[in-house]
């Protein structure tokens, strides 16, 4: 019976070692920064400082992010 029971930790393990892995890859991508402003990486335009204050490591505009979740189905 361990032997069953090592056995599923270990899948356990790497099952969730795997999605830690697949969610930190689909992470926010790198910040703009031009002249002291963080701009939209996809648009270019100076993102809010609302948005930033939300999201301080936001790298997309509040539009762009939009269309960013529509075309992955977010």
């Known amino acids: 019976m361990p032997d069953i029971l090592d ?3 270990d ?4 099952q969730r070692q ?3 892995d697949k969610a930190l890859k689909h ?3 790198e910040q703009d920064i031009r002249d002291g402003m963080v701009v939209c ?3 270019a335009t ?5 948005r930033l204050k939300a999201k301080p490591n936001a790298a997309r505009c509040i539009h762009c992010q939009q ?3 529509q075309r992955h189905g977010r």
């Open 7 to 9: 056995h599923a930790t």
């Open 11 to 14: 899948l356990e393990m790497r």
């Open 18 to 20: 795997s999605a830690l």
């Open 27 to 29: 992470s926010e991508p």
């Open 41 to 43: 990486i996809d648009c």
């Open 46 to 50: 100076p993102i809010q400082p609302a």
């Open 67 to 69: 269309i960013e979740e």
